[in-house]
């Protein structure tokens, strides 16, 4: 929509079961199924959320990984 209600809700859930190869700093945990999208704002190619209006956003994640390095700078975060 050209214009978003204030009383309007944004909301959007994503996962993805396919494994995945991280093998650059930083990365993008690309999740490819849209289960909920009301504003379209998820692009499934890029791994790119794009906030459809200004306001404060609740993102979470949960990633599980297999034979992961924790050091020397490594880890998980998400950049907003």
Same mark, same amino acid.
Do not use: R
């Given at each position: 929509?050209?214009?978003?209600?204030?009383?309007?809700?944004?909301?959007?859930?994503?996962?993805?079961?396919?494994?995945?190869?991280?093998?650059?700093? %930083? *990365?993008?945990? $690309?999740?490819?199924?849209?289960?909920?999208?009301?504003?379209?704002?998820? #692009?499934? @190619?890029? +791994?790119?959320?794009?906030? %459809? *209006?200004?306001? $404060?956003?609740?993102?979470?994640?949960?990633?599980?990984?297999?034979?992961? #390095?924790? @050091?020397? +700078?490594?880890?998980?975060?998400?950049?907003?």
């Amino acid at each position: 929509p050209s214009a978003i209600a204030s009383t309007e809700t944004i909301s959007a859930v994503y996962q993805t079961s396919a494994a995945q190869s991280i093998t650059s700093t %930083p *990365a993008v945990v $690309k999740f490819g199924t849209i289960v909920h999208d009301t504003h379209g704002a998820y #692009a499934t @190619g890029t +791994g790119l959320f794009t906030c %459809p *209006a200004s306001g $404060k956003y609740l993102i979470s994640s949960s990633v599980q990984s297999q034979s992961v #390095a924790i @050091g020397g +700078g490594q880890g998980f975060f998400i950049s907003a």
